[in-house]
Protein backbone atom coordinates (compact mmCIF):
# COMPACT_ATOMS: atom_id res chain seq x y z
CA UNK A 1 0.00 0.00 0.00
CA UNK A 2 0.90 3.49 -0.75
CA UNK A 3 1.52 5.74 2.06
CA UNK A 4 3.51 8.54 4.17
CA UNK A 5 4.95 8.49 7.59
CA UNK A 6 5.60 11.64 8.93
CA UNK A 7 6.28 10.20 13.42
CA UNK A 8 6.73 13.66 14.68
CA UNK A 9 3.94 14.93 15.13
CA UNK A 10 5.06 18.32 17.14
CA UNK A 11 8.76 19.61 17.16
CA UNK A 12 10.19 22.10 19.03
CA UNK A 13 13.25 24.15 18.00
CA UNK A 14 14.62 26.90 18.93
CA UNK A 15 16.06 30.07 16.68
CA UNK A 16 19.17 29.09 14.93
CA UNK A 17 19.24 25.56 16.22
CA UNK A 18 19.00 23.19 13.15
CA UNK A 19 16.35 21.25 11.92
CA UNK A 20 15.47 18.31 10.55
CA UNK A 21 11.86 16.18 9.94
CA UNK A 22 11.50 12.59 9.35
CA UNK A 23 9.49 11.22 6.35
CA UNK A 24 9.41 7.69 5.43
CA UNK A 25 7.13 6.36 2.43
CA UNK A 26 6.42 3.54 0.92
CA UNK A 27 5.50 3.11 -2.80
CA UNK A 28 5.46 0.56 -5.39
CA UNK A 29 7.07 2.65 -8.16
CA UNK A 30 9.97 5.30 -8.51
CA UNK A 31 8.20 7.83 -6.29
CA UNK A 32 8.07 11.72 -7.03
CA UNK A 33 8.72 12.71 -3.06
CA UNK A 34 8.19 16.26 -2.37
CA UNK A 35 7.66 18.18 1.20
CA UNK A 36 5.54 21.30 1.83
CA UNK A 37 4.71 23.83 4.24
CA UNK A 38 1.49 25.39 5.23
CA UNK A 39 1.50 28.54 6.81
CA UNK A 40 -1.64 29.47 9.68
CA UNK A 41 -4.74 29.85 7.36
CA UNK A 42 -2.71 29.80 4.53
CA UNK A 43 -2.52 26.80 1.30
CA UNK A 44 0.13 24.54 1.27
CA UNK A 45 3.35 26.12 -0.62
CA UNK A 46 5.85 23.74 -2.12
CA UNK A 47 9.30 23.65 -0.42
CA UNK A 48 11.19 21.25 -2.83
CA UNK A 49 10.47 18.02 -4.43
CA UNK A 50 13.00 14.71 -6.10
CA UNK A 51 12.53 12.47 -8.41
CA UNK A 52 15.43 11.58 -9.81
CA UNK A 53 18.99 12.68 -9.93
CA UNK A 54 21.28 14.08 -6.84
CA UNK A 55 19.58 12.29 -3.82
CA UNK A 56 20.61 15.74 -2.32
CA UNK A 57 17.73 18.31 -3.35
CA UNK A 58 17.75 21.69 -2.65
CA UNK A 59 14.43 23.70 -2.12
CA UNK A 60 13.07 27.49 -1.09
CA UNK A 61 13.76 28.97 2.35
CA UNK A 62 17.14 27.40 2.88
CA UNK A 63 15.86 24.16 3.11
CA UNK A 64 17.09 20.80 1.79
CA UNK A 65 16.31 16.94 1.55
CA UNK A 66 17.55 13.52 1.26
CA UNK A 67 16.30 10.47 -0.58
CA UNK A 68 17.72 7.77 0.82
CA UNK A 69 16.14 4.52 -0.85
CA UNK A 70 16.97 1.56 1.26
CA UNK A 71 15.32 3.27 4.27
CA UNK A 72 12.24 4.64 2.11
CA UNK A 73 13.18 8.21 4.06
CA UNK A 74 12.56 11.60 2.30
CA UNK A 75 13.92 13.58 5.87
CA UNK A 76 13.87 17.16 5.60
CA UNK A 77 16.84 19.67 6.74
CA UNK A 78 17.54 23.63 7.36
CA UNK A 79 20.90 24.06 9.14
CA UNK A 80 19.81 27.04 11.20
CA UNK A 81 16.10 27.79 11.70
CA UNK A 82 14.15 31.05 11.49
CA UNK A 83 11.54 32.30 13.69
CA UNK A 84 9.14 32.50 11.01
CA UNK A 85 9.84 28.86 10.29
CA UNK A 86 7.06 28.03 12.40
CA UNK A 87 4.34 25.89 10.26
CA UNK A 88 2.91 22.43 9.54
CA UNK A 89 5.51 21.21 7.12
CA UNK A 90 3.41 17.63 4.72
CA UNK A 91 5.80 15.10 3.14
CA UNK A 92 3.96 13.90 0.57
CA UNK A 93 4.73 10.61 -2.32
CA UNK A 94 3.12 10.60 -6.03
CA UNK A 95 3.73 9.03 -8.83
CA UNK A 96 4.35 12.52 -10.59
CA UNK A 97 4.26 16.02 -9.84
CA UNK A 98 0.40 16.09 -9.47
CA UNK A 99 -0.98 12.45 -9.57
CA UNK A 100 -2.82 11.58 -6.63
CA UNK A 101 -0.12 12.41 -4.22
CA UNK A 102 -0.16 10.97 -0.85
CA UNK A 103 0.46 12.97 2.51
CA UNK A 104 1.57 12.08 5.65
CA UNK A 105 -0.20 13.47 8.84
CA UNK A 106 2.19 16.73 8.96
CA UNK A 107 4.69 17.60 11.48
CA UNK A 108 4.05 21.19 13.55
CA UNK A 109 7.14 23.10 13.69
CA UNK A 110 7.02 25.65 16.88
CA UNK A 111 10.25 27.73 17.17
CA UNK A 112 11.29 29.46 20.51
CA UNK A 113 13.57 33.05 20.57
CA UNK B 1 0.29 36.71 -10.37
CA UNK B 2 -2.74 35.97 -8.85
CA UNK B 3 -3.11 32.64 -7.02
CA UNK B 4 -5.88 30.61 -6.85
CA UNK B 5 -8.99 31.77 -5.11
CA UNK B 6 -11.18 30.16 -3.07
CA UNK B 7 -14.71 31.12 -1.00
CA UNK B 8 -16.42 31.54 1.49
CA UNK B 9 -12.79 31.47 3.71
CA UNK B 10 -14.89 29.99 6.69
CA UNK B 11 -18.66 28.39 7.25
CA UNK B 12 -20.43 26.63 9.71
CA UNK B 13 -23.40 24.70 9.27
CA UNK B 14 -25.52 22.23 10.88
CA UNK B 15 -25.45 18.71 9.82
CA UNK B 16 -27.94 17.68 7.00
CA UNK B 17 -27.50 20.86 5.66
CA UNK B 18 -25.88 21.82 2.34
CA UNK B 19 -23.14 23.81 1.62
CA UNK B 20 -20.73 25.10 -1.89
CA UNK B 21 -17.15 26.09 -1.53
CA UNK B 22 -15.94 27.89 -4.74
CA UNK B 23 -12.99 27.51 -6.46
CA UNK B 24 -11.07 30.08 -9.23
CA UNK B 25 -7.90 28.81 -10.38
CA UNK B 26 -4.79 30.49 -11.60
CA UNK B 27 -5.51 31.80 -15.05
CA UNK B 28 -4.47 28.89 -17.64
CA UNK B 29 -4.19 26.09 -15.38
CA UNK B 30 -6.00 23.27 -16.70
CA UNK B 31 -6.10 21.24 -14.28
CA UNK B 32 -7.87 21.71 -10.70
CA UNK B 33 -8.36 19.46 -7.71
CA UNK B 34 -10.44 19.28 -4.53
CA UNK B 35 -8.76 18.21 -1.80
CA UNK B 36 -10.33 17.46 2.14
CA UNK B 37 -7.71 18.24 5.26
CA UNK B 38 -9.20 17.06 8.05
CA UNK B 39 -7.91 18.49 11.38
CA UNK B 40 -4.70 16.39 12.10
CA UNK B 41 -4.02 14.89 8.89
CA UNK B 42 -3.07 15.23 5.45
CA UNK B 43 -4.90 16.30 2.85
CA UNK B 44 -6.64 14.08 1.01
CA UNK B 45 -7.68 14.33 -3.31
CA UNK B 46 -11.04 14.38 -3.67
CA UNK B 47 -11.53 15.06 -7.10
CA UNK B 48 -9.25 15.83 -10.46
CA UNK B 49 -10.36 18.16 -13.30
CA UNK B 50 -8.56 18.27 -16.56
CA UNK B 51 -10.37 21.01 -18.38
CA UNK B 52 -13.94 20.55 -17.41
CA UNK B 53 -13.71 16.96 -17.54
CA UNK B 54 -13.29 14.46 -14.20
CA UNK B 55 -10.23 12.65 -14.39
CA UNK B 56 -10.34 10.78 -10.76
CA UNK B 57 -13.18 11.06 -8.41
CA UNK B 58 -12.67 7.83 -6.89
CA UNK B 59 -12.39 9.17 -3.21
CA UNK B 60 -14.91 11.59 -3.75
CA UNK B 61 -18.08 10.41 -1.61
CA UNK B 62 -20.62 10.70 -4.40
CA UNK B 63 -24.13 9.77 -2.48
CA UNK B 64 -23.19 13.50 -0.41
CA UNK B 65 -20.35 15.27 -2.07
CA UNK B 66 -20.65 17.06 -5.94
CA UNK B 67 -18.30 18.61 -7.80
CA UNK B 68 -18.68 20.76 -11.19
CA UNK B 69 -16.45 22.78 -13.09
CA UNK B 70 -18.48 24.21 -15.86
CA UNK B 71 -16.50 26.15 -18.82
CA UNK B 72 -13.35 24.20 -17.95
CA UNK B 73 -12.63 27.45 -15.68
CA UNK B 74 -14.03 28.02 -12.10
CA UNK B 75 -15.26 25.19 -9.79
CA UNK B 76 -17.31 24.54 -7.01
CA UNK B 77 -17.66 21.69 -4.72
CA UNK B 78 -21.13 20.93 -2.77
CA UNK B 79 -21.96 19.13 0.09
CA UNK B 80 -25.77 17.47 0.41
CA UNK B 81 -26.59 16.64 3.17
CA UNK B 82 -23.56 17.38 5.37
CA UNK B 83 -22.41 15.60 8.09
CA UNK B 84 -20.15 15.84 11.35
CA UNK B 85 -17.35 14.11 9.82
CA UNK B 86 -17.25 16.40 6.84
CA UNK B 87 -15.67 19.37 9.21
CA UNK B 88 -12.28 20.34 7.63
CA UNK B 89 -10.08 22.67 5.10
CA UNK B 90 -11.39 22.16 1.67
CA UNK B 91 -8.17 22.68 -0.22
CA UNK B 92 -8.52 23.50 -4.01
CA UNK B 93 -5.38 23.70 -6.08
CA UNK B 94 -4.78 24.08 -9.76
CA UNK B 95 -1.60 23.27 -12.13
CA UNK B 96 -0.64 24.32 -16.04
CA UNK B 97 -1.60 20.50 -16.73
CA UNK B 98 -1.07 17.06 -15.05
CA UNK B 99 2.37 16.37 -13.82
CA UNK B 100 2.94 20.37 -13.38
CA UNK B 101 3.72 22.10 -9.84
CA UNK B 102 0.44 22.40 -8.31
CA UNK B 103 -1.11 25.55 -6.70
CA UNK B 104 -2.65 25.55 -3.53
CA UNK B 105 -5.13 28.46 -2.41
CA UNK B 106 -5.75 29.28 1.25
CA UNK B 107 -9.07 26.80 1.75
CA UNK B 108 -12.27 26.62 3.02
CA UNK B 109 -12.48 25.88 6.99
CA UNK B 110 -16.27 23.99 7.85
CA UNK B 111 -17.71 23.30 10.53
CA UNK B 112 -21.02 21.22 10.62
CA UNK B 113 -22.47 21.54 14.14
Known amino acids: AQSVTQPDIHITVSEGASLELRCNYSYGATPYLFWYVQSPGQGLQLLLK??????LVQGIKGFEAEFKRSQSSFNLRKPSVHWSDAAEYFC???????????FGTGTRLQVFP | EAGVAQSPRYKIIEKRQSVAFWCNPISGHATLYWYQQILGQGPKLLIQ????????DSQLPKDRFSAERLKGVDSTLKIQPAKLEDSAVYLC???????????FGSGTQLSVL
Open chain 2, 49 to 56: FQNNGVVD
Open chain 1, 50 to 55: YFSGDT
Open chain 1, 92 to 102: AVGGSNTDKLI
Open chain 2, 93 to 103: ASSLDSNEKLF
